[in-house]
């Protein structure tokens, strides 16, 4: 599955008594599936890029639409985003959006790219049998499908346990200087040019709650090791066909100017902080957190909350 910028997935065409097929190719039996696909991109397409993580796998039995004696096991990868220059030089394809693709495809391939695209969105994997996902799948089962196989009971808990809907979990601090402006601080990687509150991802697969992931990112980021304050808000941000996002915001007080001269960064994750009155909020980080900000401003000056909120909003 490969992909441009713009989530455009390429589409080779097709030659003279041939299906329209997804790049790739088989495999050699000295190869793994990531070195036959590199080598199929190179040879079909003149394509030498890294093959990214393995997003499904699509199994056919002998005789769907291929010998009666021998199985057909595909792996999809991801292979991208690729950068404007590089995408628009390749020849003998198409790039299309991900529906015209699924509409183009053949019927038993297009549901390995709707389950490659949902396992991408949801940082998960998609377990295919001739092209339907199957009970337990992370990624690609249909919700109404899921529903109905809960309600019968012909889950196990593991399988269960796998198709659920993910949630990711961050926890942020909300810091001042004496003089009220806000600390923010600056990303050394994704989106540079936005910024953000001090904070990161909660390590719940090592027993980490949100308290201790907010202290420890603030130590890891900032060099303080300061203890967080009350919890402000949880905000809730979801978009659909990706994971729920969840933040906690705690109060981290008010920064006097000795505390804020200790401030070290590491640079491998942040460039520069600095603190900023509210009216300029807008013009650095986007409307999602500076609601966020905004709220829990409110809410440490009237005593109020915890908030819950939804992107921001009460």
Not at 137 to 155: F, I, M, Q, V
Not at 285 to 314: F, N, W, Y
Request: a positive charge.
């Amino acid at each position: 599955m490969v992909l441009d910028t713009r989530g455009r997935v390429l589409v080779p065409t097709a030659s003279h008594g041939t299906d329209t097929d997804l790049p790739g190719g088989t495999v050699e039996d000295t190869e793994t599936p990531e070195q036959g696909l590199a080598r199929g991109l190179r040879e079909g397409l003149g394509l030498t890029v890294p093959v990214g993580r393995l997003l499904a796998v699509d199994s056919r039995p002998p005789g769907r639409h291929g010998p009666p004696d021998r199985s057909l096991i595909v792996h999809v990868h991801l292979v991208g985003p690729l950068p404007p220059q590089e995408a628009a030089a390749l020849t003998g394809a198409r790039w299309l959006r991900p529906e015209e693709a699924c509409a183009v495809l053949p019927a038993r391939v297009a549901p390995r790219l709707r389950a490659g695209l949902a396992a991408l969105h949801t940082g998960s994997f998609a377990h295919l049998v001739d092209g339907v996902p199957q009970p337990g799948s992370p990624a690609g089962l249909d919700p109404a499908r899921r529903a109905a196989l809960e309600h019968a009971g012909e889950l196990d808990a593991a399988s269960h346990r796998a198709s659920r809907p993910k949630a990711l979990t961050a926890a942020s601090v909300v810091f001042t200087a004496a003089d009220g402006r806000i600390l923010l601080v600056q990303p050394a990687y994704g989106r540079t040019d936005r910024w953000n509150l001090p904070g990161g991802g909660i390590d719940s697969d090592l027993g980490e709650i949100p308290r201790a992931a907010a202290r420890r990112e603030v130590r890891e980021e900032l060099g303080l090791d300061l203890a967080p304050g009350r919890l402000l808000a949880v905000n809730w941000s979801h978009k659909p066909g990706r994971p729920a996002r969840i933040r906690f915001l705690y109060d981290g007080g008010v920064l006097d100017a000795p505390t804020l001269a200790r401030i070290r960064l590491d640079p491998t994750e942040l460039l520069q902080w600095r603190t900023v009155p509210r009216e300029e909020l807008p013009a650095l980080v986007k409307g999602a957190l500076r609601r966020q900000i905004t709220a829990c401003l409110d809410a440490r000056a009237s005593g109020a909350g915890p908030l819950e909120l939804h992107a921001g909003r009460p």
